[in-house]
C-alpha cells in the first residue's frame, strides 16, 4: 500500500522549456568569511532588480550565476558586503532541460520553476502574499477572533520526486492580521510603538507585507510621489489611480488627513504608506495568537482535504511562458516502509524491547519513552555507558556568578550527578565578563577571551550567555557563535548554550531564619541533560536538544509557619499566576527557554504523555 505525499508532480515536464545565460562571479570567494552571505544577497537583490530568477551554481569550483535570458541581463559589475564583483558572461545560451537531473541542473531547475510560479499566482486578485516565495492567502478571512482576522492559505514550492521528476510540495498555512488597521492619525509618540513593527500594506487590491520604518510629518494630501508623466502627485491621488477599478471601500473613502508611514522594499528603496491601510501582523508566538493558535492545527484527514482544494483550484492549468503546467491530479505516493524499533541494552545488560525479545523487558510501543526513562534512572539498571565523564567546563557571566550562579552550580551538579551517578560530574567552573555592553560582538569577544585562558584542555562545555535583544524566532547569532568557535578552539571544546533568562526565572533572594540573603530555586531543578558525546552540535545554530532543564518544585513544597514568614517577600512578588496555583511543579525547558510539556501538582519526576 502505497502512502500518500503532498508533492503533486507536473505531468508535461518535457513541454517546459528555458534559455539562460552563465555569468562568472569574479572576486566572490569561498574562503571569504562572508562569501555564502554575499551570494545569497547577490542572487536575491539581482532577482529583485532583473524581475528574473537567478540562481547560484559552483563550476570549477568557481561561483557562477544562471540568469535567464528572456529577461534583463545583469551589470557588470556590482558592490556586496566589504567585496566589489565582476560579473563575466560565459559561453553562449544554454538551453535548460526540466527532465534531466544533476546537482547545478536541479539547482537551476527548481529557481525557475518558483520564480515563474509567483506570476500567475500573484495575478489572481483573490489572494494575496507577505512578499515573493512566501505562502499565498485568500483575501477572505477564513475566522475571526476578536481583535484579529486569521487568513488561511497555502505554502507551495517546487522539488525534485523520488522518480527523477519535478513536483510541487503544496502545504496549508494561516495567519494572523489585525482587524484594524493603524490609527488614522499619529503622533511620534505613538508611533513608537510600531517601529520597525511589521504591517500587511492593503494598497487597493494588491496586499503584501512591509517594515515600519519612520513617521512623516505630512499627511496623504501633502505627501509628494512621482506619478509616471504627471510629475509629482499626493499619496492619496497615487494610489487611488494605481489601484484597479473598482476600488476596494477603505481606499475610496480613504481620510485626506491620514497618517504616512515609510517603509524600505527589497531593493532598499524608501516607500511611503497611508497608515489607515497598514495592518499589524502578528506572530503565532506573540501572546495575542497562541490563545487562538490551536485553530491552525488540523487533522490529518482534514489537511490532506484542503491541500487537494489547493492544488485543484490555484495550480492547474498554469501558464509558463508558451506552455501550460498540468499537474497531475492526485499528489505522489511512496511505498510504505515499516520501522521496527530495535531493542535497548541499558546498564547491567538489561534490555528493554517493543518486539517480544526473550528475556528482555516487555514495553508496548506507546510507552517506550516512559520506561526508557525510568530504566536510565533506575538504580539497579541505568546507563549502557558507566565510565566518568569526559572533562567538562561551565561557563557562566560574572553577573550571574555574582547572584544566583553559586546555588545553580551545586543544583546543576547534584542533578547530573542523581541520573549519572558514575560520571562524577565536577565541572570546571569559568566566568566571563559580560558587564561590557550587551552586543553580539562585545558578549561573543568575552565569552571567547574567558574560554582561550581557562579552557586549554580538550572536553566539553555548558555556556551561558545572556538573550541579546532578539526578537522570537530569530536566529541567535550569540549562540551560533558559541557553538561553531569553540568547536575550532585548540584543543577543541564542544559546546552547548543556555541562557540566563530561565535561570533568573527560576531563582529568587530570599533572607534566611538568620537574616542572610541566599538565592533559592522557585522550582527546583529536577534533571538536566547535557548532549551525548557522539552527538554533533550543528556549526551553524543551536542544537536546542543539547539541554533540557526540568524545572520545577514537586520535591520543595510552599513553607510554612516562621519559614514561611521569612520568605514572605519572595512569594508576594511571584506572579498572579504562581500565586493562584502550585501547579507548574515540572516544566521541560529547551535551552531557548520554551516549555516543551508540564506535568501537574504531586508527578515528582515522572513524565506525563501531551
Known sequence: MDLSTNIFPIANLADLSSQYRVYRVRGLRQDQPD???NREVLVRRLSYALQSPVAAIDIGGEPHLAVQASGRQPPSSYVLVRTPVHLDAVGDLRNLDYTLRSADNDLICLRFINFMLQAPLWAKNSLWQFSSGKPFYSKTAAESLGNLLRYEGFAVRAMVTADGGIGFCVDVRSSFIARDSLPITLNRNDFRRFRGRNCLYRMGHDWYSVKLTALSDMNVSEFLVPLDAQGTVPLLKYIQNKSRKPMPPELANLNPHGAVVHYRTN????????????HLIFDTESHEVQRHFRATILAPGERRRRILGYATEHLRELSFGGATLRLAEQPFGVAQRIFAVPDLEFGRSQKLSVAGTRGARQVGLDNLGRRRFEMLTARDVGFYVNRRLDRQYLLLPQSVADSWGRQFVDDIK??????????????????????????????????????????TQAGYALVMIHSIGRRSRDHDRLAAMVVREFRKLRPEIRAAVSHSDMGQDSYAMVTTASGDPVSRSQGALRAVRRISAERRPFEDSVDERALALCVGNAAQRRPSGRHRRQ????????????????????????????????????????????
Open 35 to 37: 562569501f555564502f552571505k
Open 414 to 455: 547534584r542533578t547530573v550527578n542523581e541520573l549519572y551517578p558514575e560520571g562524577a560530574y565536577e565541572p570546571i567552573v569559568v566566568t566571563y565578563d559580560d558587564r561590557v555592553d550587551r552586543t553580539f560582538v562585545e558578549q561573543g569577544k568575552a565569552i571567547l577571551e574567558a574560554a582561550r585562558a581557562n579552557c
Open 267 to 278: 531593493r532598499d528603496e524608501d516607500r511611503a504608506a497611508p497608515a489607515a491601510l497598514c
Open 567 to 610: 520568605e514572605s517577600h519572595h512569594w508576594i512578588h511571584r506572579s498572579e499566576r504562581q500565586r493562584q496555583s502550585n501547579s507548574h511543579d515540572l516544566r521541560y525547558v529547551t535551552a531557548k527557554g520554551k516549555t516543551l510539556a508540564r506535568a501537574d501538582s504531586g508527578v515528582s519526576g515522572r513524565y506525563r504523555a501531551r
